[in-house]
């Protein structure tokens, strides 16, 4: 089954975010605290990945062109209010935390990165799911520290985290019919990097030092499919 892995990876998410839950009352300074750890943690994990890469042009030119496209759409937007709406269904105006931050941020951290789309690939192309119940656990525990921090906003991230994991396991299934494995092995390298790169901007706007619109930055994702294709050609 292609989304067993990414089915047991979506329940880890949600039983850590419900865990969480339980934990919210703890006092502020040890929730603040808690968050810079968690944003110097994903920015050592951003890190790691934006330096895979072995073409830092096509990396360059994915932001820039996802960038563009994320600002003329107004992805950022969009998926506020997304979260807001959710938000609006089950919080009141009195509650001290972010639906829509949760959500957002969420959604990120679980979406964005090699595990995501390297395990989904396995799921899909050779049946092995070990990387996505391994990513699920994980998952799990952070979801966990997440919700203390931000709210149950974090819980809906696993939505879309369900649905970008089983859409690549899978159109996986078909994908070697389509694609040489070199063409795949090299993008899933510079796709790792542009998606390393929006990790480290999710732990900079953890920690607060800046407020960059990641997403309007997630076009990139899929720019790059263009951009690498391109760079094949020349």
Not at 25 to 46: C, F, N, S
Request: net charge neutral; glycine share 12%.
């Amino acid at each position: 089954m292609a989304l067993y892995g990414t089915l047991i990876n979506g329940a880890c998410i949600i039983v850590g975010s419900l865990l969480g839950l339980f934990f919210s009352k703890i006092p502020e300074r040890y929730k603040e605290t808690v968050m810079h750890g968690i944003g110097l943690a994903v920015i050592l994990i951003g890190l790691q990945m934006a330096f895979s890469t072995e073409t830092i042009i096509v990396v360059l030119l994915s932001l820039l062109t996802g960038a563009i496209i994320g600002e003329f759409v107004h992805v950022e937007e969009g998926l506020n209010r997304l979260g807001a709406w959710i938000g609006g269904k089950f919080t009141t105006k009195n509650e001290n935390f972010s639906v829509a931050q949760g959500f957002i941020t969420a959604s990120l951290i679980f979406g964005i990165g090699a595990m995501s789309v390297i395990g989904a690939l396995d799921s899909g192309i050779r049946g092995d799911h070990g990387i996505l119940i391994t990513k699920g656990i994980i998952d799990g525990f952070v979801a966990l520290v997440l919700t203390t921090t931000l709210g149950f906003g974090v819980v809906f991230s696993v939505i879309p985290v369900v649905l970008y994991q089983g859409t690549i396991a899978l159109l996986a299934t078909q994908i070697t019919k389509w694609l040489p494995e070199s063409f795949l092995n090299g993008f899933i390298v510079e796709l790792t990097a542009v998606g390393g790169l929006l990790i480290v901007a999710i732990g900079l706007n953890l920690l607060k030092l800046t407020q960059i619109r990641i997403g309007n930055l997630l076009p990139s994702l899929l720019t790059i499919i263009l951009v690498y294709y391109i760079y094949q050609l020349i």
